[in-house]
């Protein structure tokens, strides 16, 4: 009703024409603004979000740090199976970054074959690894399993 009555005044003012013409454009870009920081919220929120579903839904199975990198890879070949954005600069998990040298170097590794494999090689070695994972499991299995897919 308000922009009606805009409109009808503007008709004959070509000064208020020019600034309702303004801040139209004011408007659409605040629009364009928001709906972007809308859209980074829900990416910030969709790439935890698979990764907390896993962590709540699928059942422990080897070390917490395995249990843990497992988590971190399936949740990172869900996004990437939906070509949902993928950060390819921080890898593995927060926590391997505490473990010694030559385990982050294995779970590098693990990465890096892991991401020679095509989508449908993935989720089979995902599952493959789910299934023979237990307590005594070291990242030497865990990668000569990956051996075997190459």
């Not at 005594?136 to 399993?145: A, G, K, N, P, S």
Request: hydrophobic share 40%; glycine share 0%.
């Amino acid at each position: 009703m308000l922009h009606q009555r805009l409109k009808q005044f503007s008709i004959n003012n070509p000064k208020l024409k020019e600034i309702e013409q303004m801040v139209w454009r004011l408007a659409q870009d605040i629009c364009v603004k928001l709906t972007e920081n809308i859209l980074e919220e829900l990416d910030q929120y969709t790439k935890d979000f698979q990764e907390n579903i896993l962590q709540l839904s699928v059942q422990r199975k080897g070390s917490f740090m395995m249990h843990r990198e497992w988590v971190n890879l399936a949740s990172r070949f869900i996004r990437q199976k939906n070509e949902w954005q993928i950060d390819y600069f921080v890898v593995r998990s927060a926590e391997s970054f505490l473990l010694p040298k030559a385990e982050q170097e294995s779970i590098e590794r693990i990465y890096h074959y892991f991401y020679q494999l095509n989508l449908e090689e993935q989720q089979q070695f995902l599952r493959e690894w789910y299934e023979a994972m237990d307590e005594t499991w070291t990242w030497d299995q865990v990668l000569e399993l990956l051996k075997e897919w190459r």
